[in-house]
C-alpha cells in the first residue's frame, strides 16, 4: 500500500487572547510611569530623611562659626576703639543674616576701693541710693567727695571714732566715685562702682538658639539645652615689677548699643570712643574688689572660682605664707569680695576703663 502521509497543518495553532483596545493600552502605560515616579520620589525622600541631619548640623556649625567670627571681630574693634581719644573711633561692616546683635545694659557691677596712705584704714559702704558710710580707724578723715558722670558733690565733717553718715543726692547712672580726704586735702581712701555694659550675639541653630555673651573683655556662651559657660574672663592681671613690688591692672570694658543694627548681608556700624577713664593709679592698701554678673546665677560663681583657683591649692597644699596672688578678702568662699596677697611687698593698683557706644 503506498505510504499514507497525514496532513499536518504548518500553521502554529493561534492561542484566543482578549483584544485590548487603545485607551485601555495607554492607561496601563500611565500607571507605569506613576509608579516610576513614585519610586523615585519614594528613593529621594529616603535619602533627604537620611542626609538631613547632617545637613542641619552643617547648616548649625557654619551659623556657630560665623557668630564666633562676630564676636571675635567685635573684641578686637572695641579694643582699638576704647583706647582711641574721646569722639574717635572706627568704622566696620559686617555680615548678620543669622544673627542678631543687642545690648545687655549693666549687666556687671564692679566695686574696687583702696587706701591710698598706709596711715590709716577706711571704709566706705553704701547705706542706700541717696547715703553712704565712712568709717576711718585712726579718725584721720575730714571731707569727701562723690564724683557721677553729673558732676562732684563735696562733704565736709568732724572726726569720729564711729561711723559717719553721709545723706547726698548724686544720682548714678554707670559709674560713682567717692574720694575720702584727710585735714589738708591729701587723698586717703577711693571707693569705686562700676556698672557695666556689654553686647549680646544670637544665632539661630536647629535646636534653638545659641547665645555669645561679650562682657568686659570676657566671654560667656550657651547652647540650646545647656547652661552659660565662661570660656574667656575679665581682663585682671598681677605683674612683677623689677624691684620686687606688684601692680595689679584692672580693665574695664563698657559697650552701649546706640539704637538698632539690624540685620543684612554689609551692616555698617561706628564704634565710637567716650574717652578712656583712669579709676586708680599708685600705690594702693588694703584692695578690695567684687564684680556681680547679671546675665544668669552660674557667672559670678565661674569668676570666684577661676580667682581662687591656686589660692584653694595652695591652701590645701599649706603653703599660704609664700603664695602671691588673689586671696579672698575675708570669708573663703569670696563672697565678700577678694584682694591681692602680696607677702609685704609694695602693690601698685592701676584700674582703666575703655568706653564704647556703637550705632549704625
Known sequence: MPKCVPCVNAQPNSVWRPSLRRDQRAVSEVLGVVMMLAMVITIMGGVWVFLNPYITDFED?????????????????????GGAPEGTGIRHTLALQSTMIQSVEKVEVWTISAD????????????????????????TARSATI????????????????????NHSSTQQHWMTVTVFDADGNALHRSVTYLVSGIQITTSLGQGEHQIALMNDARAERFPNEPWRVSQYPNIE??????????????????????SLGSGNKIGMNMM???????????????KFTVINSLNDLITPQYHDRMLDEYNLN??????????????????????????????????????????????
Open 147 to 166: 564724683e557721677t558722670e553729673y558732676g562732684v558733690e563735696n562733704y565736709s565733717f568732724e572726726s569720729s571714732h564711729e561711723e559717719i553718715l553721709i
Open 238 to 259: 598681677i605683674d612683677t615689677l623689677v624691684n620686687g613690688d606688684f601692680r595689679l591692672s584692672i580693665v574695664l570694658s563698657d559697650v552701649t548699643i546706640n539704637g
Open 315 to 360: 591652701r590645701a597644699s599649706g603653703t599660704l605664707d609664700t603664695y602671691v596672688g588673689y586671696a579672698p578678702f575675708l570669708r573663703a568662699s569670696g563672697a565678700d569680695g577678694f584682694t591681692v596677697e602680696t607677702q609685704g611687698a609694695q602693690l601698685f593698683l592701676e584700674v582703666d576703663v575703655k568706653r564704647v557706644e556703637v550705632s549704625r
Open 61 to 81: 556649625n557654619t551659623n556657630w562659626n560665623s557668630a564666633t567670627g562676630i564676636a571675635e571681630r567685635f573684641e578686637d574693634r572695641i579694643d582699638v576703639a
Open 116 to 139: 591710698l596712705t598706709p596711715y590709716d584704714s577706711i571704709t566706705v559702704r553704701n547705706e542706700n541710693s541717696s547715703a553712704i558710710g565712712i568709717f576711718a580707724m585712726n579718725e
Open 273 to 287: 570712643s567716650l574717652g578712656p577713664m583712669t579709676l586708680f593709679t599708685g600705690e594702693a592698701y588694703n584692695v
